[in-house]
């Protein structure tokens, strides 16, 4: 059904603050004309909020500053009044235990600071991995209108005359020092060349697929994920973007409008088609989870995904970065391949006020070693494959794109670390019972055990089997993996260790069964035998952090929800709308 467009001029949000001469609206206005506003920009027109999570603390988004700025000059162009204000910013990369721990709060921030405050839209401005799931988890469950700017990505690094990848390389060279095949200096050198401009991942880590993930579900403008962050493209798309969200306030086109199921489904399949991020799985079904009328399972992420082939060559999955990627295209040619191919809801709505297939059908691919033809995919089921059995009843992931085809089908033996600590305390140890047929499982780093679900489900390989020239195992974990890494890793893995889940009761020397075609993880027990281990299993016993006496780390033990609803807060799903609240005075 097309977009209808509500009627213009009509009073708007905004008034309830600034209209009208009552003691409450003089308050509101005189106090905003401190700042040295003209009395009229508070005269009717839209107020736009600017939600900027800039930070020197979260150097993804360090350069937002000057997007907002950018922003602004395209509101007052529209004829809207812009203002800017922060929310809390988790970054990925100096966060501890890890950023997923704070995105709940977050969008907590966003969605209470829009409802709060006098504004009609809001621009989300986002580039770190969290920041962007949090800023449309916030604004969905407001359902005032929104559009995202990303930051964009940083440009190539290169080292030693290859393109260095941020995040992949790191893992990479990790494990070629443990090997034995690149020096502790060598390693220090290679420092200055993984993050040499502002912006986030250069690779098709989780900042870029979350930035393709808000643009394929329409809540950006078409060729808004792959800019980079210092290319002056990314501040007309900012400028261009201030312009838009003044028309999209006087349409009341809102999040509702663009995040339908058709969206979430063409996304999924984008996910796919990029060789996307495992942690789009728990961002959008979080997303998802916000909205008034969309049901996304973990198994519409296996339904969606596993006939689309992945045509993006990038790392980790391919060989190039995401400045080979937009000079190719960027994400309208692979959308514009998924309608080709039928795998498009093409009617969606964007942000745009048109629908998605309008924004693409025209675009042109000019790389086509970089955006690959079909025949040519990195595989031809891409996509997240979603796992179950008797050690992940509520299911785990894996990702195709980044495995190893050999290790796709395999049974070995169960090699087990209780927790974080116990796997770094012996993964090095010359007497490590282990070989490169095993199978690495690490408990108790889930959404409540770590706490936060940590990205260390891509565990890195003892030194002994790295020797050997080996550069993969099978890994299983409840944690998560960056979407810069790489391997043959199951996560997420549903009921986690610290609520008693089977993956608490794997033993040392357990066999443990992995059949990706048949998307099978299954121990290798009995059913009476498994049974009888969960019965035995306390909390206390386990290697489970305990539940925090107080602050925000026991609201989110007790409040988390597990990796196969989107690891929201159980009070934070659904949609509360933007009432008005009362007057302050």
């Known amino acids: 059904m097309a977009f209808i467009p509500a009627k213009w001029p009509r009073k708007l949000r905004s008034q309830e603050w600034f209209g009208g001469s009552s003691k409450d609206a003089i308050y509101h206005r005189s106090w905003m004309k401190n700042q040295g506003l003209p009395a009229d920009l508070l005269d009717g027109r839209p107020v736009i909020g600017i939600c ?22 395209g509101v007052y162009e529209a004829g809207g009044f812009p203002v800017e204000f922060p929310v809390f910013s988790p970054s990925e990369s100096t966060i501890r235990p890890t950023a997923m721990m704070y995105r709940n709060m977050c969008a907590m921030d966003v969605e209470e600071a829009i409802r709060a405050k006098c504004m009609d839209g809001v621009v989300l401005l986002a580039g770190c991995d969290k920041t962007t799931p949090a800023l449309l988890m916030g604004a969905a469950s407001v359902d005032l209108p929104a559009i995202m700017v990303s930051g964009g990505p940083m440009l190539n690094g290169y080292f030693g005359g290859e393109r260095v990848g941020s995040g992949t390389h790191l893992w990479k060279f990790s494990e070629a020092v443990r090997a034995g095949e690149m020096t502790a200096e060598e390693f220090v ?25 808000a643009e394929a579900l329409g809540m950006a403008m078409s060729g808004n994920a792959a800019i980079p962050a210092v290319d002056s493209r990314r501040r007309v798309m900012a400028h261009l973007t201030g312009r838009r969200i003044v028309d999209m306030v006087k349409d009341d086109l809102k999040p509702s409008d663009v995040m339908t199921k058709d969206a979430f489904e063409n996304a ?20 998802a989870g916000r909205t008034a009328n969309v049901d996304l ?33 960027g994400l309208p040619v692979v959308i514009k391949r998924l309608g ?42 891409g996509g ?23 290790l796709m089908q395999h049974r070995g033996r169960a090699v087990v670390f209780e927790d974080i600590d116990d796997y770094k305390a012996r993964i090095n140890r010359d007497d490590l019972d282990i070989d490169e047929t095993c199978v690495m499982v690490l408990k108790n780093c889930g959404p409540r055990g770590y706490p936060g ?48 889940g089977p993956l608490a009761v794997v033993q040392n020397g357990d066999m443990i069964e992995l059949d990706v075609e048949g998307r099978r993880l299954h121990l290798d027990i009995s059913d009476d035998e498994l049974q009888a281990r969960l019965a035995k299993w306390t909390a206390e016993g386990s290697g489970a952090n305990p539940r925090p006496e107080s602050g925000y780390a026991m609201l989110y033990h007790d409040k988390v929800m597990g990796a196969d609803t989107g690891a929201d807060f159980d009070f934070l799903v659904g949609c509360r709308g933007n009432a008005v609240g009362k007057e302050a005075h």
């Not at 969606?304 to 045509?311: A, E, H, M, Q, S």
């Not at 093409?346 to 790389?367: C, F, M, P, Q, Y």
């Not at 260390?456 to 979407?483: F, H, Q």
């Open 384 to 406: 997240i494959a979603v796992l179950r059995g008797n050690l992940a009843p509520g299911g785990a992931v894996l990702k195709p794109s980044a495995a190893t085809p050999e």
């Open 189 to 213: 050198e290679a420092e200055a060349s993984m993050s040499r401009s502002p912006g986030s991942c250069n690779t098709m880590g989780t900042a870029s697929t979350m930035a393709s993930m």
């Open 453 to 500: 679900m940590a990205e260390v489900g891509n565990m890195g390989l003892p030194p002994k089997i790295l020797k050997k020239g080996i550069t993969d195992m099978v890994r299983i974990s409840d944690a998560r993996m960056s979407g810069t890494a790489f391997g043959t890793v199951v996560l997420h893995t549903t009921p986690e260790a610290a609520r008693g």
């Open 297 to 329: 399972t973990l198994d519409d992420w296996d339904r969606l995904g596993r006939d689309v082939p992945t045509i993006v060559n990038l790392m980790p999955s391919g060989k190039y970065l995401m400045e080979e990627f937009f000079y190719a295209g």
């Open 52 to 73: 900027n999570t800039w930070s020197e603390l979260t150097p993804c988004n360090a350069h937002l500053r000057d997007l907002a700025e950018r922003v602004k000059f």
């Open 340 to 381: 080709e191919a039928g795998l498009l809801n093409k009617d969606a709505l964007t942000v745009s006020g048109g629908s998605i297939w309008e924004e693409v059908k025209d675009v042109r691919n000019h790389n086509p070693d970089v955006i690959l033809p079909v025949e040519q995919a990195l595989t031809q089921s």
């Open 268 to 287: 999924i399949r984008t996910n796919a088609a990029i060789g996307g991020s495992t942690n789009a799985v728990v961002h959008l079904l979080a997303m």
